[in-house]
């Protein structure tokens, strides 16, 4: 049962999936029955999709990746914590109320009855953006110069991040040569269609980009050491760029009861996207154990919905019915600002060029629809 005063819904991790969560409760929670806070380690939203074309053009504007909270809550009196959970931990006195504490680097803790976790991933290399306002300015500064300087660029891993980064430098630096080193056959992974993959691939190499399939870039390269492949290549490089995907950041859940994530650090959830044995604690986004890509357009189509369906059935004292089964496969890879490729697992598998996939995406990568769905202008501010 929970408590009779005030009940605490806290969102943790401030990312597409937090967000998309937040407005739909905030739209639907009564505020003189629940307060609803979001804590997220950076004091801005970041919008990953866009890093990849601020880091290679100096001309983006730094508000198209990191967006203010400031309308995040629309009319809701909500809470915005800016911190960093170490840990999730339960109320252990059986004769207490359901809930438990979010615990904050110093110590701080925040209580809650219900909790959403969609923290997303930990990334390394380009992506690994600092929280603090001054570090993630200074680390676009720096990898823009990096990827300045270089003239031979190698990108480690040809799934969606190294293909759209090296079509980001080919926008902004044409001249430069690039060489995108990849374990498969093909770009991308098996779950997409051999054609599909291929088309990528033509695509890239119209372009000049260089493709190694069936090799390797082994761990974090030293920048001045001379570089080879997995299987004994080597490569002219100025600058290595891991592509290889993030990791699950799940961490701060390794104290819950019941082992709650699998050996690769994902959590495990019931089809209502509630982790198993704890029904009053939701998870979504690419860090739940579920057969399917992990993708933002998942959290979408399906996990967000999910998630604010069955946490107003709980705090209704409602059994939550909505389940996940699984979302359509779309992927759409830009390609630059003029083109790419997009697939959709629908019928028998649709496939789009250039052009569908430049007004969809590659043109300002949906940067405008993001900013609209925090209650902003679509419009970058001038950057601050």
Known sequence: MLSSGMITVVIVGGGVAGAEVVRGLASRLDKNKHRLVLVTA????????????????????????FMSYDHIFANFPGELKIGTVTSIE???????????????????TIPYDVIVIATGSTWVGQLAFPNDEKGFKEH?????????????????????????????I????????????????????DLYPDKFRTDIETRLRRRGVNIIFNDTIEGIPAPDAPLRTGNGVPLRSDLV?????????????????????????????????QIKGHPNMFALGDIIDWPEAKQLTKISLGHSSVV??????YLAEKPPKKVYTKSAEIL?????????????????????????????????????????????????????
């Open 90 to 108: 339960e109320n252990k006195d059986p004769a207490h109320r359901r809930g438990g504490f979010v615990v904050l680097e110093g110590e701080e």
């Open 170 to 189: 080919k926008d902004a630096y044409p001249t430069k040569d690039i060489t995108i080193v990849h374990a498969n056959h093909l770009l991308l992974g």
């Open 241 to 273: 760029i891991l592509a290889r995907g993030g990791r699950p950041s799940t961490s701060l859940l390794k104290y819950l009861r019941g082992n709650v994530l699998t050996d690769r650090g994902y959590i495990k959830v019931t089809p209502t996207l």
């Open 42 to 65: 950076r004091p801005r939203y970041t919008y990953l999709p866009g890093a990849l074309r601020l880091l290679a053009s100096k001309d983006t504007p730094l508000s198209s990746v």
């Open 332 to 384: 759409t890879i830009s390609n630059g600002r003029s083109g790419g490729a997009t697939y959709l697992g629908l019928l028998w598998g649709l496939t789009f060029g250039n052009y569908f996939t430049r007004v969809i995406k590659s043109k300002d990568l949906m940067v405008g629809l993001v900013r609209k769905s925090l209650g902003l202008q679509a419009e970058c501010e001038t950057d601050y």
């Open 140 to 168: 676009v500064h720096t990898w823009r110069k990096r990827i300045s300087d270089a003239q031979n660029i190698v990108i480690a891993g040809g799934g969606a991040v190294g293909i759209e980064m090296s079509g980001e």
């Open 308 to 313: 604010i369906s069955n946490v107003l059935s």
